[in-house]
């Protein structure tokens, strides 16, 4: 090999590893919560592998999850566990499998947990948050084939603590969108869309990305299959007092 030769080759290597690098550091890191939650499950680990292409995950688990979850299905993503620099060295939360206990701490300002602390941590230091929400949903398909004769008042309950979750900036989703949703995030802010209708339905929703967030009336109605279809697409709704 010629003096030339070498140089050429030494200049293509050191090339290359810089296109690395530069691809590395342009990979935006995230946090992904697993609670106890099996509603969504399934459809959250199939998120989670197609973002783990193009972002690097690090997973922890609170006890139940630990408990209850395929454990080996988890791994099969390839994230990595950590303990330390929660907040700090990470770019966003994606809670995978948000449980309704989970919620109702967050919202009242409860830390008694790792889960509901991180959380907390997360809001309150202005990073995004992305929620698979089916399970503490009461208008999700997995959670009304659960509990089919779920109490109004107490579905009411759910929901208004959904709303005051994404009044800090959470971005509620379906487990089957989280993907796309998190990509979203990273590139664009969410989007607040108006409504000011009486009446709130299913055919009014298509057409909006995952993750938006609807405001409505005080007194809009909203239709029952208008809430199966903001909860498939991962769309917020939120009434205005």
Sequence with gaps: MTPGELKELVTAIVKQVLAEQA????????????????????????????????????????????????????????????????????????????TANLVGKVVNGIGDCMASNVTADFIMAGKPVIAARDAACPDSPGKRRWFPTLPEGYAAMMRENLTKLASFGVRLTSASTLDSVVMDAWTA??????FDAKVLSATDLR?????????????????????????AQGITILRRS
């Design 23 to 98: 691809v590395a550091e342009e990979r935006p890191s995230a946090l992904v919560l697993f609670t106890g939650a099996l509603v969504g499950f399934e459809d959250a680990l199939t998120s989670l592998t197609a973002l783990s292409a193009s972002a690097d995950l690090d997973i922890i688990q609170t006890p139940s999850a630990q408990r209850i979850l395929d454990q080996q299905a988890i791994a099969r993503i390839g994230m990595t566990p950590v303990e330390q620099g929660l907040v700090c060295g990470h770019d966003m939360l994606i809670i995978a499998s948000l």
């Design 207 to 231: 057409g909006l990305a995952p993750g938006t967030q609807l405001q409505i009336g005080a007194h809009t109605v909203i239709t029952a299959l208008a809430k199966e279809e903001a909860a």
């Design 189 to 194: 802010p969410s989007e607040m869309v108006g």
